[in-house]
């Protein structure tokens, strides 16, 4: 029988996820410490704070992933009229904002997709609160067990 105190820690695993708007690298900080405190006396804390952080390490190895691939669609847009070869070329160099190219509209789709998934990030972290809260075991989707 799960008692308040362990709800309200589990819950307060997932709610600290957002002091990444105030402290740097929060969101995995305030969960891990607050596991760490009590993940020995309750197997319902423990298995939400891994919840918690496999999350948080997934979505952090996604962003990297979508950020790896779109940064390079937008430098070759801005570079693509540079000569790498004539050392003079800058002063030929100008941005042409009229004909947009493939390549940016599909960085600019990676990062409508950063954003999308950004407010789904936030939705899931208060699903998973609300959950906790309840009593209930949550898994978040998406994510990569690294903590088992």
Wanted: a positive charge; zero cysteines.
């Amino acid at each position: 029988m799960l008692d308040k105190h362990q709800k309200t820690i589990a819950t307060f695993i997932h709610l600290s996820t957002f002091s990444r708007f105030i402290i740097p690298f929060g969101n995995f900080i305030g969960p891990l410490v607050l596991w760490i405190a009590n993940k020995e006396k309750s197997e319902f804390v423990d298995n939400h704070g891994k919840q918690a952080l496999n999350f948080q390490m997934s979505i952090l190895l996604y962003a990297i992933i979508i950020g790896t691939i779109t940064i390079p669609f937008f430098i070759f847009k801005i570079l693509g009229g540079l000569d790498f070869i004539d050392f003079n070329g800058f002063h030929n160099f100008h941005i042409n904002l009229g004909k947009p190219s493939p390549l940016l509209y599909i960085g600019g789709g990676l990062g409508a997709l950063m954003i999308i998934a950004f407010i789904v990030e936030l939705a899931l972290i208060v699903k998973a609160s609300l959950k906790a809260r309840d009593g209930e075991p949550y898994k978040y989707p998406l994510t990569i067990n690294f903590l088992k």
